[in-house]
């Protein structure tokens, strides 16, 4: 006797999308250790959740994603850990000319870039250069990524043009702030998820998350579906957004 899965598509109201989804990839260690695997299979499994997630919110018409693939903090794991993550993700960026890149994503990275090696930062510039015509979904990818370096960032930027006479102090607005960030230009996210029920932002857009709607789920992230992610979306928008208001 088969059972189908119910679609639970049929249930999201089209009308009412997030813009702009945050995704904060977690669980990929533990997600290894549970089948006693090493920590990089759970590394290489994320990747295709990732492959398959952005593709869903494509299809569905979200037109931002951020995803959460290596924060300013994860610098402090094993060296082993740091490679195979790094490689990764270059290979990500690689094969995406081939596969998402032809879904019509706009694939960007957010994050310092300095720190990365040589061959990243020429791989992400022709990942950007090669899909920033594309019209579909932006993909900010979020790598050597942290939401205070970010912030101290603007802040320098925007007291060079003070110093420089450009602007006066007292004109700084939270626009002009949101401006300089490396999401300047794209919506707040509307929806943060979080796999693996760490109840944390561990530093991933605090300006930009002031009004998002947090999700957590215990799923661990090679493991988070396209029917979890339908859930998410439906749990979102049974939510009642007041921003402050009554
Ligand atoms: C998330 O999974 C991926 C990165 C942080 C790069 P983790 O590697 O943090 O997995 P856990 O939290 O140890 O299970
Ligand atoms: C956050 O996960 C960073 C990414 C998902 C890339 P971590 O696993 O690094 O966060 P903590 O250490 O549990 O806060
Ligand atoms: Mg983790």
């Known amino acids: 006797m088969f059972f189908r899965k119910k679609n639970k598509l049929s249930e999201i109201d089209m009308e009412n999308l997030p813009k702009h989804i945050g995704v904060i990839m977690d669980g990929n260690g533990r997600w290894a250790k549970k089948r006693g695997l090493p920590r990089s299979a759970g590394h290489q499994a994320g990747a295709d959740t990732l492959k398959k997630i952005v593709t869903e919110c494509n299809n569905i018409g979200i037109k931002y994603i951020t995803v959460y693939a290596f924060s300013t903090e994860n610098w402090k794991r094993p060296k082993e850990e740091v490679d195979f993550l790094m490689n990764l993700l270059l290979s990500y960026l690689r094969d995406s000319e081939r596969t998402l890149a032809k879904e019509n994503v706009v694939i960007r990275a957010i994050g310092g870039r300095e720190e990365l090696t040589e061959e990243i930062q020429e791989q992400i510039k022709k990942t950007e250069e090669f899909t920033k015509n594309n ?13 205070r370096e970010e912030l101290v960032r603007a802040a320098r930027i925007l007291a060079e043009r003070s110093k420089s006479g ?21 919506p707040d996210p509307d929806l943060i998820i979080r796999t693996s029920y760490e109840l944390r932002l561990s530093n991933f857009m605090m300006w930009q998350s002031a009004y998002s709607e947090l999700y957590f789920t215990k799923t661990l992230w090679p493991d988070f579906s396209v029917n979890d992610l339908h859930n998410a979306i439906i749990e979102y928008q049974s939510r009642n957004r007041r921003y402050g208001g009554v």
Request: aromatic residues 6%; hydrophobic residues 35%; without cysteine.
């Open 135 to 147: 019209t579909g979904i932006v993909m900010n990818i979020a790598l050597n990524y942290g939401s």
């Open 166 to 186: 450009e602007i006066n102090p007292e004109d700084i607005t939270e626009d002009m702030i949101s401006a300089e960030l490396y999401t300047g230009g794209q």
